[in-house]
């Protein structure tokens, strides 16, 4: 008897042609929406800093990657003007990174995209088997090692 599964595409396939085609989309939708060098990491890290100002060794730590790599992705961002390193109010010699306006606008273009998304699955397959897609999600999130920054796996926690 032929097993079913054989003619369906492995599921890690499946997950890494579905992961590139969202973030294929969404490049160009930030591109189109004037936001051009907005990357994951990006927005990983405005979300990270939400309304805080934080130290480059903060936001590191917050992040789990060493200070010259935290450096190097906030270099580019203060290029692109989402981020702006401003001195810390309690000590002149430290300067702290925020988002500036442009920084929240993007973001939340980033998360009006993904919304947008979700929504087309709702379209495409149901809310009932959306809601399924996404409780999957969340439980192999919920499986996330240590490879991925505690923050970003707090976030990703079910509500």
Known sequence: ?????????????????????????????????????FTTRTGFVLRVLDD???SLRELADRLEMSSPAALKVID???????????????D?????????????AALAAARAFHASVERELVDAVGADDAAAVRRGLEALAGQAT??????????TAPH
């Open 1 to 37: 008897m032929a097993d079913p599964a054989a003619d369906q595409v492995d599921f890690g396939v499946l997950l890494a042609v579905a992961h590139g085609t969202f973030f294929d989309r969404q490049h160009g939708h930030m591109v189109e929406a004037g936001y051009v060098g």
């Open 52 to 54: 805080e100002a934080l």
């Open 76 to 90: 580019a961002m203060v290029r692109d003007g989402y981020v702006e390193r401003t001195p810390a109010p309690d």
């Open 92 to 104: 002149r010699r430290v300067r702290t990174v925020r988002a500036t306006e442009r920084g929240h």
């Open 146 to 155: 240590e490879v991925i920054p505690q923050v970003l796996r707090r976030s």
